[in-house]
Structures are given as C-alpha cells and as structure tokens.
C-alpha cells in the first residue's frame, strides 16, 4: 500500500493549482481540440499533478518488474 505523508505532501500543497497544457502530449482529445479554442471536458478529465512519492513509487515498482521479466539481460550485462 502506498502512503504519502510528512513533509512530502506538505511541501506539494498546490497540486491542484498548478495547470498542466496538455496540447503537445500526443493525447487525440487534446492534439484534436486545443488549437480550436474548445474546452474539452471530458468524464476522465482530471489532469493535475501526482504527487512525487506516487511518482517514486511507480518508478521502483517499474524497476522491479524490468528485473523480473528481464532476468536473461541481468546475465547478459553481467
């Protein structure tokens, strides 16, 4: 289970405030919409900042499953 706590999410209190531009990040609602001066608002419209210790969690978690499934190229860089 993933816990933020202390000062991490302490010092990231303006996660919701910051705006996010979301035009040039190859997403077909955004890329399709965003010169014409349309709001998109979508049902899975929330585009705000992770928190960091999310970030890191997903990090670790993407480094040990590399290791699990790549145990073949562990001994071949070894």
């Known amino acids: 289970m993933l816990r933020c706590q202390?000062?991490?999410?302490?010092e990231e209190s303006g996660l919701f405030e910051t705006i996010?531009?979301?035009a040039d990040s190859f997403s077909i609602k955004w890329g399709r919409y965003s010169q014409s001066g349309i709001?998109?608002?979508?049902?899975?419209?929330?585009?705000?900042k992770?928190?960091?210790?999310?970030w890191e969690a997903l990090?670790?978690?993407?480094?040990?499953?590399?290791?699990?499934?790549?145990t073949n190229l562990?001994?071949?860089?070894?």
């Open 74 to 78: 562990m001994i071949m860089t070894m």
């Open 20 to 22: 996010i531009d979301r």
């Open 39 to 48: 709001l998109t608002f979508g049902t899975a419209g929330m585009d705000f």
């Open 6 to 10: 202390g000062e991490k999410v302490k």
């Open 50 to 54: 992770s928190p960091s210790c999310v």
């Open 59 to 70: 990090i670790k978690m993407q480094r040990v499953a590399f290791m699990r499934t790549n």
